[in-house]
């Protein structure tokens, strides 16, 4: 009988370290996230395509570039001017992308299953936006990057669709190829908070004045 092949979770070999960081870092909690299905849409936002799009999810689409909204049970994430990635929590990839390309179909657009094109790592707490900054360029004070707001860029050396979820709660999809690379990132980044944790005044300087 052949040998049954089970799927893992990209980041599983690094819970364990993840876990222990989260522990020992007051102020700080990372973990892997559980897989969800993810459809990349595309069709024109403004006009029946968006507004039909809209009606099939519940929600309008995010018009306004770098910003996110809530679904049922996921997020519809703006990537560009006429694509979105949609994620759910409780989804069946095919059926998504069936129904919605079905949708779509009549404006000239697309789905697309993407779901085991990214994974997702989760990052709270009062120095996780500290953390970022060691590795990121935006400009990740709460009234730069406010919660609703996201954007594709660079954490450490690798490519990542970074979400504001929270005041101190992000959300970090990466390509699973790159996932590993991203979790040694934040364990390595982080030894600075357990040597040197961040005083009130280094904060403050992430903090709304």
Request: glycine fraction near 10%.
């Amino acid at each position: 009988m052949a040998d049954t092949l089970f799927r893992t979770h990209p980041l599983a070999h690094r819970r364990a370290a993840l876990a222990e960081l989260s522990a020992a870092v007051g102020g700080l909690s990372v973990y892997p996230e559980d897989e969800v299905a993810a459809v990349d849409l595309r069709v024109g936002p403004v006009g029946p395509g968006g507004d039909a799009l809209g009606r099939a999810l519940g929600t309008a689409l995010p018009a306004e570039p770098n910003t996110w909204t809530h679904t049922a049970d996921g997020q519809l994430i703006w990537l560009g001017p006429d694509e979105w990635l949609l994620t759910s929590a409780g989804g069946d990839p095919a059926e998504l992308e069936r129904e919605l390309g079905w949708v779509v179909s009549a404006f000239d657009g697309a789905a697309v299953d993407v779901s085991a094109q990214r994974t997702s790592l989760r990052l709270r707490g009062e120095l996780a936006r500290e953390l970022l900054s060691l590795g990121c360029s935006l400009d990740l004070r709460p009234t730069a990057f406010p919660a609703g707001t996201c954007a594709q860029t660079h954490v450490g050396q690798t490519v990542v669709l970074l979400l504001a979820l929270g005041a101190d709660d992000f959300r970090l999809f990466v390509r699973q190829s790159f996932a590993g690379y991203l979790a040694d990132w934040v364990l390595d980044t982080a030894e600075e908070l357990r040597a040197a944790p961040c005083h009130p005044a280094a904060l403050a300087n992430l903090s709304e004045e």
